[in-house]
């Protein structure tokens, strides 16, 4: 059992930036890739970037170039750096745990509104 506890969302104007954090129970060695994702009203649940045990990185077409993912190994956290933020990344982030033995895991979530 892997458990995730999000962190960082809020409300920012647009153009700026918030950094949103998972913190993850269990050891770095057992999580196979971690995630972060997002669901807007009325929307499906959409991938926005991913790192694999090995640290390689996949973004959303949309976020690309704007968001970072990255890692704390020791403090076994993961993090999502969003700038440039725009109207249409307002979302509950959730972050994804996969482990090595194909089990997945969330966190609760973390509301992000972009609004002046």
């Known amino acids: 059992q892997v458990q995730l506890v999000e962190a960082g969302g809020g409300l920012v104007q647009p153009g700026g930036s918030l950094r949103l954090s998972c913190a993850h129970s269990g050891s770095f060695f057992s999580i196979y890739a971690m995630g972060w994702y997002r669901q807007a009203p009325g929307k499906q649940r959409e991938l926005v970037a991913r790192?694999?045990?090995?640290?390689?990185?996949n973004y959303a077409n949309h976020v690309h170039s704007r968001f970072t993912i990255s890692r704390d190994i020791p403090k076994n956290t993961m993090y999502l750096q969003m700038n440039s933020l725009k109207p249409e990344d307002a979302a509950v982030y959730y972050c994804?745990?996969?482990?090595?033995?194909?089990?997945?895991?969330w966190g609760q979530g973390t509301q992000v509104t972009v609004s002046s």
């Open positions: 994804k745990a996969e482990t090595m033995v194909g089990n997945a895991y």
């Open positions: 790192i694999t045990h090995g640290g390689i990185t």
